[in-house]
């Protein structure tokens, strides 16, 4: 007996320890596995969640306040503010319970759901405290990224910060899976299927937000054929698969979620900071004027009057003459001095270097000259000493040929 009462006592501290865990997150109030929905306005979310909860998927919201889990055919958006909701998953009281929480959608006037973001993020932060998972709802026609899908999915990071992709998954609503739906799909170029969908937009969300791993999808139509067997079976088996994800994942804490400007807001704050600049300035100015007027009056009161400044300059005082006064005539004037002393500095310069650095040219062309002259009466002979030359030596060739002949006959003889 005595070896089972601290068991017991055991047993019993761990189960008040629990009691209190549970308590301090708010399980008795948001039953878990909880699970929020996020989207664009008109994509579906408040049919999802009814659907979820096992209620009509075109749900009035009669128990609820401010539009939540309200259906509409509308362009606007109905929920107003974030809601929760608990109940069995798909209305199955063999199933466990859980959390749904709606939110309001996010069109392209992000600057007039400011209220709306802020009351998303206290409701998150202060009430539900912790999510499992965070569904991304689009319709199957979003198959490229708007404007105003990037705005939106941007917010999501701002406010939740980059750890919330590991909670996050894709829904394809209005995915009908009936035969002529599937057949119109596959008629497409390319074939819109369930991958191709999914592979788009990993794609797309790596490219802008730098994920590192796919997101995981779901197809969940809340329109389905409720005669069909194949449309239920599938209806059934992507909801399940929603509840296998919740449930592995870690709770995302909101503890540090912050109420994000969007894109929008930040450029319309930056205007607002110029304007205000501009105005501060045109105020500063404006009471520079008004002191300027005031002194003014102040000076025609006591007939106070100040001297000309230029009356001392156009006399030629001495305070021009210390401080230089000089005017732009005077200043042109300078100018084409310097210019004339330039050039007149320029010619001696040149001068003085020929006469030191370089030869008389004169004296060279008179040398020149002479050594010429020189030359030239070696050369010079007269016609009448080359004609004399030329006589006497063909006079003296004549006699030498004349002696030659007169010796040989005289030898002959004898």
């Given at each position: 007996?005595?070896?089972?009462?601290?068991?017991?006592?055991?047993?019993?501290?761990?189960?008040?320890?629990?009691?209190?865990?549970?308590?301090?997150?708010?399980?008795?109030?948001?039953?878990?596995?909880?699970?929020?929905?996020?989207?664009?306005?008109?994509?579906?979310?408040?049919?999802?969640?009814?659907?979820?909860?096992?209620?009509?998927?075109?749900?009035?919201?009669?128990?609820?306040?401010?539009?939540?889990?309200?259906?509409?055919?509308?362009?606007d958006s109905i929920t107003?503010?974030?809601c929760a909701d608990q109940g069995y998953w798909l209305g199955d009281l063999t199933k466990r319970r859980f959390t749904v929480i709606d939110t309001p959608g996010f069109g392209d006037q992000l600057i007039e759901e400011e209220k709306t973001i802020e009351n998303l993020v206290t409701t998150l932060r202060d009430q539900i405290q912790y999510v499992h998972v965070f569904i991304i709802a689009f319709k199957q026609t979003d198959n490229r990224m708007t404007n105003s899908l990037r705005s939106m999915i941007s917010l999501f990071e701002k406010m939740f910060g980059k750890k919330f992709?590991?909670?996050?998954?894709?829904?394809?609503?209005?995915?009908?899976?009936?035969?002529?739906?599937?057949?119109?799909?596959?008629?497409?170029?390319?074939?819109?299927?369930?991958?191709?969908?999914?592979?788009?937009?990993?794609?797309?969300?790596?490219?802008?937000?730098?994920?590192?791993?796919?997101?995981?999808?779901?197809?969940?139509?809340?329109?389905?054929?409720?005669?069909?067997?194949?449309?239920?079976a599938v209806f059934y088996n992507n909801s399940q698969s929603l509840?296998?994800?919740?449930?592995?994942?870690?709770?995302?804490?909101?503890?540090?979620?912050?109420?994000?400007?969007?894109?929008?807001?930040?450029?319309?704050?930056?205007?607002?900071?110029?304007?205000?600049?501009?105005?501060?300035?045109?105020?500063?100015?404006?009471?520079?004027?008004?002191?300027?007027?005031?002194?003014?009056?102040?000076?025609?009161?006591?007939?106070?009057?100040?001297?000309?400044?230029?009356?001392?300059?156009?006399e030629g005082s001495t305070y021009c003459s210390i401080n230089k006064c000089?005017?732009?005539?005077?200043?042109?004037?300078?100018?084409i001095g310097a210019i004339v002393m330039g050039v007149m500095l320029g010619v001696i310069g040149i001068s003085w270097f020929k006469h030191q650095c370089l030869p008389d040219e004169k004296e060279e062309l008179r040398e020149r000259e002479r050594a010429l002259s020189r030359h030239s009466s070696l050369l010079r002979v007269t016609p009448r000493e080359c004609s004399d030359s030329k006589q006497h030596i063909d006079t003296s060739f004549m006699d030498s040929q004349f002696t030659e002949r007169g010796k040989g006959v005289h030898e002959t003889d004898f």
């Open positions: 007996m005595w070896t089972i009462a601290p068991q017991i006592f055991v047993l019993t501290i761990i189960l008040q320890i629990c009691h209190g865990a549970r308590t301090t997150n708010n399980e008795d109030r948001y039953s878990s596995p909880r699970v929020v929905i996020l989207g664009a306005t008109g994509v579906g979310k408040s049919s999802l969640a009814n659907v979820l909860v096992g209620r009509d998927k075109n749900y009035g919201g009669r128990n609820f306040r401010n539009g939540c889990f309200k259906v509409s055919t509308g362009l107003k503010q974030t992709w590991d909670n996050a998954i894709l829904e394809a609503t209005h995915w009908n899976h009936g035969e002529d739906a599937e057949r119109i799909r596959m008629d497409s170029h390319p074939a819109i299927t369930q991958k191709f969908w999914t592979d788009e937009f990993n794609r797309i969300l790596k490219r802008e937000y730098n994920l590192k791993k796919d997101l995981k999808s779901i197809f969940i139509d809340t329109y389905y054929d409720h005669s069909s067997e194949f449309e239920t509840l296998d994800y919740s449930l592995s994942r870690e709770p995302f804490e909101c503890k540090d979620i912050e109420i994000a400007l969007t894109e929008i807001r930040q450029l319309q704050n930056h205007i607002d900071s110029l304007v205000r600049e501009e105005q501060d300035k045109k105020n500063i100015i404006q009471d520079l004027i008004e002191q300027r007027n005031e002194l003014q009056k102040i000076v025609n009161l006591h007939g106070l009057t100040t001297p000309s400044p230029n009356s001392e300059r156009q000089y005017t732009p005539t005077e200043f042109a004037m300078f100018g």
